[in-house]
């Protein structure tokens, strides 16, 4: 069966693999080639996919999971991969503090510009008669 995972940014990561386990806030969940089709709906968690001689983890944030005719679609807003647990989680982790930070310094900036704005409508005098 095959897994392909799209993220906002657009699709991330695809594959072929034997099944995949999915780790999420009601449990686990194992999906085996010619499961019946679903769809889950994760907060956050993560999904092991194992192959022929391979696992890989995918960590995500905000993702809705569907399989259907084998293929297994994860639809998610944050998405990391890595070869081992750990290493997915610390990508995971690792991206997730830099859109913090990027998110604080944009913060930072419209702050600056609008303090800015008013500074220079006031030194204008728009709006007196």
Same mark, same amino acid.
């Given at each position: 069966?095959?897994? /392909?995972?799209?993220t906002? =940014?657009?699709? =991330? ?13 009601? &449990?686990?969940?194992? $999906? ?6 679903? $769809? *889950?709906?994760?907060? /956050?968690g993560?999904? +092991?996919?194992?192959? +022929?001689?391979?696992? =890989?983890?995918?960590? *995500?944030?905000?993702? *809705? *999971?569907?399989?259907? /005719?084998?293929?297994?679609? $994860? ?6 991969? &890595?070869?081992?647990?750990? +290493? ?10 830099? +859109?913090?930070?990027l =998110?604080?310094?944009e913060?930072i900036d ?8 008013k500074?220079?409508?006031?030194? /204008?005098?728009?709006g007196?008669?």
């Amino acid at each position: 069966m095959k897994f /392909s995972v799209l993220t906002q =940014t657009g699709k =991330t990561y695809a594959d072929e693999i034997e099944y995949a386990v999915i780790h999420y806030e009601q &449990g686990e969940m194992a $999906i085996l080639k010619d499961h019946v089709p679903i $769809i *889950v709906q994760m907060e /956050s968690g993560y999904l +092991k996919f194992v192959g +022929k001689s391979s696992e =890989t983890f995918l960590f *995500v944030e905000q993702a *809705v *999971v569907e399989f259907s /005719s084998n293929l297994l679609t $994860i639809l998610a807003l944050e998405a990391q991969i &890595g070869n081992t647990k750990e +290493k997915a989680l610390h990508a995971f982790n690792d991206m997730k503090k830099q +859109k913090l930070e990027l =998110t604080k310094k944009e913060n930072i900036d419209f702050s600056k510009q609008e303090r800015e704005l008013k500074e220079n409508i006031m030194k /204008s005098k728009a709006g007196n008669l």
